[in-house]
């Protein structure tokens, strides 16, 4: 495989291990064999991947500072992907999953690696998030 420098390089080759890419404006949806969508800018300088989780607003908020921390004291176990919170719509702030890679030396086995590290932490994401759930909550 040639190097994976550019946004052009990543499609054709995560296509070519099996993923599903569409593109809406500078934003990928990378989609896996078990249909998780995982969101991914590219620019010169790196990849950014994000899975979005869930909303804070769908989680106890009685129990906000216990979720926080129990997400900061996960960031520990789930590496190289780590759990944060994206703010860009402040009514309505979203768990998610990021992760990076820088593009310049970009191997093709780091990438994968990176996308398979954040399908299984997802899972962790889930167990982690879903008794804090308002519906789950009693």
């Known amino acids: 495989m040639s190097e994976l420098r550019t946004q052009a ?7 070519e291990q ?3 890419v569409t593109q809406e404006g ?3 949806i990378i989609q896996d064999e078990d249909e998780l969508n ?3 800018v590219v620019n010169e300088n790196q990849i950014e991947f994000m899975i979005d989780l869930c909303s804070v607003n769908a989680l106890d908020t009685t129990k906000l500072e216990e979720i926080y921390e129990n997400i900061l004291d996960q960031n520990t176990e789930i590496l190289p992907s780590c759990f944060g919170i994206d ?3 402040p009514a309505d702030k979203r768990i998610v999953l990021v992760d990076s890679l820088a593009t310049e030396n970009l191997d093709a ?4 690696l990176s ?7 997802v899972v962790t994401a889930h167990e982690l998030l879903l ?8």
């Open 115 to 121: 996308l398979d590290s954040l399908s299984v932490n």
């Open 109 to 112: 086995n780091e990438l994968l």
């Open 18 to 20: 099996g993923y599903s």
């Open 38 to 40: 995982i969101f991914a």
């Open 9 to 15: 390089d990543i499609i054709v080759y995560l296509a």
């Open 26 to 28: 500078s934003i990928l």
């Open 131 to 138: 008794p804090y759930l308002k519906q789950s909550a009693s």
């Open 87 to 89: 703010s860009n719509d």
